[in-house]
């Protein structure tokens, strides 16, 4: 079989973890990515998942301050529907 290489920059990092994650599950990441790329030809779609990202400091502050607010009192009421809050947005 053929080859051809192809070159990325990516953050050490991610390169790391990335190669960790392909061994865990038995593959290079060479392999890894040529199945990435199979499917990305057969179903011409490109599916990310983030369902276990790690929120970053910036998210995790406004995420405390969403609380705090929750617990305070500090935030707009729940509506049942958009014709009462937009008013509540235009009340003076």
């Not at 990092?13 to 990435?36: D, I, T």
């Amino acid at each position: 079989m053929q080859t051809a290489a192809i070159y990325i920059k990516t953050e050490p990092e991610v390169k790391a973890n990335a190669q960790r994650v392909a061994k865990q599950l038995g593959l290079s990441l060479s392999s890894l990515v040529n199945g990435l790329l199979r499917q990305l030809i057969k179903t011409k779609k490109i599916t990310f998942s983030a369902t276990d990202e790690i929120p970053n400091e910036y998210l995790k502050g406004v995420m405390r301050q969403a609380k705090k607010n929750l617990k305070t009192g500090n935030h707009s009421p729940i509506f049942d529907n958009a014709e009462d809050a937009i008013a509540w947005l235009h009340r003076d």
